[in-house]
């Protein structure tokens, strides 16, 4: 027996793919205007402005640090909760079979647009109304939250089982019923994880925020880079580096539990 | 409900058992498949019935119609003296929280507890705002206890679903029927998924619902020993069309084979 291998598929397409992205690789190499001996330098400065800012950190200024780290978490922590409030009723409607299909398509396409911007930019635009305050940076956690969540959400009712479903519709459940009895119980427990995991988001994007001045710890470290009180600054990062570690890690286990079940015994409803 | 006749001589029922009139109801899913031809049949109340046919015979197309799971295309199907197809939104709900239903794959929510997917079948009766908020009353539990207490397995009350075997999560799907204090029970193929022993320990449930409250049982079963055992009387569907109705102590091997369209084989039987 000899076997005759069947015919190879055409890999003109694959081929095309692999030139047409070298020549983008080459062209955006030759176009932005590299400056390669200042490159050159880069490992040297990573080193000085290193030592600078953690040879003697400036310890004075961390009670400041903490207070301004307390307010970047209640930004991210206030910015959590509204995005929840807004987005779980949303992410029901953009769920298939709970919406009608005109506002289901509308709200999914709303949480993409939403998912493309990020927050800084939300933040800016927000900035106009509402001024240079925390509530302008939880404002735009909250709408970016929407994005996310609603996402999350109605990916995540749209994979519960229907069964529940059918039972609670069979006994005459209402629309809002259905959802309460037949999706909740199973998806509560995916929701939980998603607002959880989107507070440590928000935790990291809040210190971001700070750098267009809406307070919090961002805003402390862009103004200490300004002055080049370089201690200070390394005093920051670790504290930063620290509080976001330890938030995650919380969090972190927190959805872990909730994810993998509570013991027989301990539901959550 | 209006057209009760008076009825079978039963342990005093919570509620009238309901009647099922259909005539000429057929069908037709929006992707053009037609699950049933115009079927006409009476079920008084009461009555215990097995309808048998294959899978894709229509049995599910039609237990679902009666409580109007499925919307017939044409037709008159009378539960209970209501009629179905003029029923809508509320009154369409209403309906079917007088109606049980039992399914093969038992529909519990698996991460909640049993007390809660009993207390589903309060839902229709209790005031929304309740439900939602999972305010029970203590009337809605105590019969969601009793429910529970009837097919045995109330010491599970406060345990999560997920964590009970087959048979004892079809028990608590019963549990949920009867805590609707229903007039009617629908059974789609109730047993499909447990062992030979649980199937007709589950069978024996449905069938004192029938004779102890004497509630109308209308159970969908592809086994033809089951059918025999637990039906008074055996509708038998193929094709969308109902090729046999009568006593089921008249149903022969012959008429299976019938209903079937083929001969009797193992596969058909759960006692082999």
Partial sequence: MSAVAPPRPSRTRTRLVASVVCVVVVVAFWSVDINWARLGNLPSEIVRYLWLMFSAPDWSKLGEALYQTWRSVEMAWVGTVFGIIIATPLSFLA???FGPPPVQAALRGVFAVIRAVPEIIIAIIILSVTGLTPLTGALALAVGGIGTLGKWGFES?????????????????????VLRWGVWPSASPEFLSFWLYRFEINVRASAVLGLIGVGGIGDMLTSYTQ????????MLLIVVVIVTIALDAISGAIRRRITEGAPVHDLER | MTQHTAEVGAVAPASAPWSIRMRDVSVRYPN??????????????????????LSGSGKSSLIRTINGLVPITSGQLTVGGHSLAEAKGRELRRLRGEVGMIFQGFNLAGRTSVLNNVLVGRLAHTPTWRTLLGLHT?????IAFDALERVGILAKAWDRASSLSGGQ????????????????????????????PTAHAVMRDL???????????????HLVDLAREYGTRLIGLRAGEVVYDGSVDDA???VFEEIYGRSIRAEDVLDR
Avoid: F
């Fill in chain 1, 95 to 97: 769920a298939k079979g």
């Fill in chain 1, 157 to 177: 009712i749209d994979g519960v089982p229907r069964g529940p479903i059918e039972a609670v519709r069979a006994a005459g459940g209402s629309t809002s019923q």
């Fill in chain 1, 227 to 234: 002055y080049r009180q370089w201690g200070v600054v390394g």
């Fill in chain 2, 32 to 53: 053009g498949v037609v699950a049933l031809k115009s079927i006409s049949m009476d079920i008084e109340p009461g009555e215990m019935v097995s309808v048998v046919g």
């Fill in chain 2, 138 to 142: 203590a009337a809605d539990k105590q």
């Fill in chain 2, 169 to 196: 999560q079809q028990r608590v799907a019963i549990a949920r029927a009867l805590s609707q204090e229903p007039h009617l029970v629908l059974a789609d193929e109730p047993v499909a998924s447990l062992d030979p």
């Fill in chain 2, 207 to 221: 069938r004192r619902i029938n004779t102890e409250l004497g509630i109308t049982v209308l159970t969908n079963l």
């Fill in chain 2, 252 to 254: 022969t091997d012959a």
